[in-house]
Nanobody, 115 residues
Framework: QLQLVESGGGMVQAGGSLRLSCAASGRAFSSYTMGWFRQAPGKEREFVGVIAWSGGATYFADSVKGRFTISRDNAKNTVALQMTSLKPEDTAVYYC????????WGQGTQVTVSS
């Protein structure tokens, strides 16, 4: 069982950057493929990116490819989402979870990008 806590969100102007962090507690974090997801107001939750358990491979949604990166530190049980060149359409609540997602949703962290 995992417990996930996201942090690092905030308000930023278009073109700016933010770094989100996800802290995990529970056993075997390093064995999970981890992902980031987001949900904008009035929209369904969508996939943002994923990182393999080893940290050796990542994959991103087309909408963020080239602007976002994911990293993880298995010794610290954390996963980070580095977001650059932010756009207003990136405004959403961001969540981390396993991939495929499990029943581990945290409270998320709000990212607001102003134009």
């Amino acid at each position: 069982q995992l417990q996930l806590v996201e942090s690092g969100g905030g308000m930023v102007q278009a073109g700016g950057s933010l770094r989100l962090s996800c802290a995990a507690s529970g056993r075997a974090f390093s064995s999970y493929t981890m992902g980031w997801f987001r949900q904008a107001p009035g929209k369904e939750r969508e996939f943002v990116g994923v990182i393999a358990w080893s940290g050796g491979a990542t994959y991103f949604a087309d909408s963020v490819k080239g602007r976002f990166t994911i990293s993880r530190d298995n010794a610290k049980n954390t996963v980070a989402l580095q977001m650059t060149s932010l756009k207003p359409e990136d405004t959403a609540v961001y969540y981390c979870n396993t991939v495929p997602w499990g029943d581990y949703w945290g409270q998320g962290t709000q990212v607001t990008v102003s134009s």
